[in-house]
């Protein structure tokens, strides 16, 4: 898509002078509101200081993840109003159940995926999920993702950058399939789906 195309090229030309700020502000405002993932500003900015990788993956984590407690705030606070003018209250509530039940599983598998986050961390606070186990959730969601590239990157350099390009998504949807099927093995061994 060429008018997404064009708004990463802008984003990360306007924001990767600033480096560590620019990197931790589009980590943030990704996880809330705007559409650009901070994946390819992270990668570029340890392609420039390869020894600053591994802390550009913790500015990362730390950016999405505040910015998803600010997504969180915005889905907590405006989503549910929202939403009841197009849904019925006791819809909600039965969604709000599903939804706390496996809430944690969710939100850390859609932090390591090219799925939006900012839909999970809206959701989260539209139905009320529990704050603690969403900031966890989005910890390991989100650092697995930002930690593994700026680790990766601090060793490989660019030579790794090449395989990402041709292989991330792959990579991702592989991740994904792994967690869910971690995910239905806990519950299968609990044998606790949350169906009644």
Request: charged letters at 15%; hydrophobic letters at 55%.
């Amino acid at each position: 898509m060429p008018i997404f195309t064009d708004l990463v090229d802008w984003t990360i030309a306007i924001l990767e002078p600033y480096g560590s700020a620019g990197l931790f502000l589009l980590a943030f405002i990704e996880s809330s509101f705007f559409p650009v993932p901070p994946d390819m500003l992270l990668i570029g900015l340890a392609l420039l200081a390869p020894a600053d990788a591994i802390l550009y993956g913790v500015i990362a984590t730390v950016g999405s993840v505040l910015g998803g407690i600010f997504g969180y705030w915005i889905g907590f606070k405006v989503g549910e109003p929202v939403l009841e003018r197009f849904v019925k209250k006791e819809h909600i509530e039965n969604v709000h159940d599903y939804f706390n039940r496996y809430e944690a599983w969710a939100v850390g598998i859609a932090g390591l995926t090219p799925i939006p986050y900012k839909v999970f961390t809206i959701a989260a606070g539209i139905f009320y999920l529990n704050p603690g186990r969403f900031i966890i959730a989005s910890l390991i969601g989100r650092g697995l993702r930002f930690m593994t590239e700026g680790v990766v990157l601090y060793l490989y350099g660019e030579q790794i950058v090449d395989f990402l390009k041709l292989y991330f998504g792959w990579i991702t949807i592989l991740v994904t399939i792994i967690a869910i099927l971690i995910v239905v093995a806990y519950y299968r061994l609990r044998g606790d789906w949350g169906i009644k």
